[in-house]
């Protein structure tokens, strides 16, 4: 029996094990690919190989010294970090009136604030274009900055309104009795303890803004304004019926590293910001 239960223990491991492999290689593989076909130049582009059998930095010299793209990542790095910003300014004072002022209504506005999140892009395209036209931002990097924080907000204000709630009430009362203002217990009280959150936060709304596509491609009319999504989709090669995917993988992996990177130097700051909450004592 007891050998019975040993094999059965041992069977139950190997299994978890090789799904956990069979999971990472599906999601990895294809960042590994696009590598591989980076460092690929003329006729080997063609052909289908798992493993180096070239290297070649030609593709990457072609993106950076040619074209617009290195502008375009300037631009997404821009409209990403005023995005984070924004986000996290609006959403750390909101968080702190719907989890500390008592007011009526306060749940149906969290509510409201997190439905916004359901809608489609696609669905407020049309009204969200005749608002940044209005306002003289099309074309204009405020005008994606405007667009991805009203998407960015529910999320920060929602995960930043519950990480606040489990902060105790006792350090806010004793900054009251000490003449602190609002502000100041924001600032110089929450903050510091509500770096997990921010850090998780503000990193998936750098990503949510960094990968962003179709707010890019219909505000946006120039090189100079396009950020890198845009700029990698209409990449084109020496004649229309060319395709140049090296020049694509280059440019998918310049912009891709970066923010494999972020992830793993805050990976852990990840996970206690997203699990903020779940567990009450």
Do not use: C, H
């Amino acid at each position: 029996m007891d050998a019975t239960a040993q094999i059965w223990t041992y069977t139950k491991k190997t299994a978890f094990y090789l799904l956990v492999i069979a999971i990472v290689v599906i999601a990895v593989f294809p960042f590994y690919y696009a590598i591989l076909t980076s460092f690929k130049s003329g006729t080997d582009l063609f052909r289908v190989t798992y493993w180096p059998t070239s290297f070649s930095l030609a593709n990457y010299a072609s993106v950076l010294t040619t074209g617009s793209f290195p502008q375009n990542l300037l631009n997404s790095i821009i409209v990403s970090t005023a995005v984070v910003v924004l986000a996290l300014l609006l959403a750390i004072t909101a968080a702190f009136a719907l989890a500390r002022v008592r007011f009526r209504g306060r749940g149906l506005l969290l509510l409201t604030i997190l439905s916004v999140s359901m809608f489609p892009q696609i669905a407020v395209l049309a009204g969200l274009f005749e608002v940044i036209r209005f306002f003289g931002l099309f074309n204009t990097l405020w005008g994606l900055i405007f667009s991805y924080t009203i998407f960015t907000l529910p999320f920060t204000v929602w995960v930043l309104t519950t990480f606040m709630r489990d902060l105790p009430i006792e350090i806010e009362e004793a900054a009251i009795v000490d003449g602190a203002t609002p502000w100041v217990i924001i600032t110089r009280v929450f903050m510091p303890l509500m770096w997990p959150a921010l850090v998780t936060t503000g990193l998936l709304a750098f990503i949510a803004a960094w990968n962003e596509f179709l707010f890019a491609l219909t505000f946006t009319s120039s090189n100079a304004t396009r950020t890198v999504p845009v700029a990698i989709a209409l990449l084109s090669g020496g004649s229309q019926y060319e395709i140049p995917w090296g020049n694509i993988m280059a440019a998918s992996v310049i912009v891709t590293v970066p923010l494999v990177v972020l992830v793993l130097i805050f990976q852990r700051k990840i996970i206690s910001g997203l699990t903020a909450g779940g567990v009450k004592g």
